[in-house]
């Protein structure tokens, strides 16, 4: 067996209500890009276009799964995005009890039309077909992508991007996954496209390819409780997406407010600690370059 190893983020329990990763969304943001701080963070709520006056109304998908919200629960500040959310929300002026979580579905939540929430928040990545339908903020964390595969496959000993390259890859089209593929890894033998994320993952236990990109939460999950027999084998160097962000009805007033806010949150280094503390990859990684 390689020196690869499963993993499963320390103090998280993914099983314990029955996490199923939403595959397609996680792993596109960037958490190197600085949020645009403008304008000033207002010093009274009054100011803001909110959906209710004096309430911040931020909503998740159901089940919030960990390591982004934990328990099930967006309103206890536990887990990467609650804790996020909390943040920009003090920064703008909420007291605890002034931030007010529901639910809308995940694929709802980037639809057109008008929105019941302030913002959103649930791994949502920033794409050029979404901002047509929604508005983002600035993206607020860039999820490592990584090389998933088969615990006893030749793809564990590749160290290098070349080396990589030699295999088969899968991914659903129009993602993250794929472009980090085709763009990134450019392997010698055709990638092959699947309908969903999920359909890759059966097309590597049943060996039609060698090895799939994961973002490293999905993967962390994906290795650790969904299939027995496979691995994170190493990380990619870049992550070619747009970013992950929180989600606003078009043309919403509020995201200069809240741009600023998360600026401020990353500036002071609030959001690092976050990512470190809920988010942050095994120092032993192998990253492919």
Same mark, same amino acid.
């Given at each position: 067996?390689?020196?690869?190893?499963?993993?499963?983020?320390?103090?998280?329990?993914?099983?314990?209500?029955?996490?199923?990763?939403?595959?397609?969304?996680?792993?596109?943001?960037?958490?190197?890009?600085?949020?645009?701080?403008?304008?000033?963070?207002?010093t009274d709520i009054s100011t803001l276009p909110l959906k209710t006056p004096g309430q911040l109304t931020i909503h998740a998908d159901k089940p919030a799964y960990p390591p982004f919200f934990?328990?099930?629960?967006?309103?206890?500040?536990?887990?990467?995005?609650?804790?996020?959310?909390?943040?920009?929300?003090?920064?703008?002026?909420?007291?605890?009890?002034?931030?007010?979580?529901?639910?809308?579905?995940?694929?709802?939540?980037?639809?057109?039309?008008?929105?019941?929430?302030?913002?959103?928040?649930?791994?949502?990545?920033?794409?050029?077909?979404?901002?047509?339908?929604?508005?983002?903020?600035?993206?607020?964390?860039?999820?490592?992508?990584?090389?998933?595969?088969?615990?006893?496959?030749?793809?564990?000993?590749?160290?290098?991007?070349?080396?990589?390259?030699?295999?088969?890859?899968?991914?659903?089209?129009?993602?993250?996954?794929?472009?980090?593929?085709?763009?990134?890894?450019?392997?010698?033998?055709?990638?092959?496209?699947?309908?969903?994320?999920?359909?890759? !993952?059966?097309?590597? $236990? @049943?060996?039609?390819?060698?090895? %799939? =990109?994961? /973002?490293?939460?999905?993967?962390?999950? +994906?290795?650790?409780?969904?299939?027995?027999?496979?691995?994170?084998?190493?990380?990619?160097?870049?992550?070619?997406?747009?970013?992950?962000?929180?989600?606003?009805?078009?043309?919403?007033? !509020?995201?200069?407010? $809240? @741009?600023?806010?998360?600026?401020? %949150? =990353?500036? /002071?280094?609030?959001?690092?600690?976050? +990512?470190?503390?809920?988010?942050?990859?095994?120092?032993?990684?192998?990253?492919?370059?």
């Open positions: 067996m390689s020196n690869r190893r499963q993993f499963v983020r320390s103090g998280v329990a993914f099983a314990a209500i029955g996490f199923a990763p939403r595959l397609s969304a996680l792993a596109q943001s960037d958490a190197a890009t600085p949020a645009v701080a403008t304008p000033v963070v207002p934990i328990d099930d629960d967006p309103s206890n500040g536990k887990g990467f995005e609650s804790a996020l959310a909390y943040a920009v929300g003090e920064r703008l002026g909420f007291t605890r009890d002034q931030i007010v979580w529901g639910y809308t579905s995940f694929t709802a939540s980037y639809a057109p039309g008008p929105k019941d929430f302030d913002f959103y928040i649930t791994q949502v990545s920033i794409t050029e077909e979404r901002k047509r339908a929604v508005d983002f903020s600035d993206p607020y964390y860039t999820a490592p992508l990584v090389v998933v595969t088969k615990e006893d496959s030749p793809v564990v000993e590749a160290k290098t991007l070349a080396e990589l390259a030699k295999f088969s890859f899968g991914a659903q089209v129009g993602t993250t996954y794929y472009t980090a593929i085709t763009d990134y890894i450019k392997p010698e033998k055709e990638t092959l496209v699947f309908d969903t994320t999920a359909d890759s !993952l059966t097309a590597l $236990v @049943n060996d039609q390819i060698d090895a %799939v =990109i994961q /973002d490293l939460q999905s993967a962390d999950y +994906i290795t650790s409780v969904e299939f027995e027999g496979l691995v994170i084998a190493g990380q990619l160097a870049e992550n070619p997406g747009q970013g992950t962000g929180m989600v606003f009805e078009k043309g919403s007033a !509020l995201v200069p407010y $809240v @741009n600023a806010a998360l600026a401020s %949150v =990353i500036a /002071d280094g609030t959001r690092d600690k976050l +990512i470190e503390e809920w988010l942050a990859p095994p120092a032993d990684l192998i990253v492919y370059s």
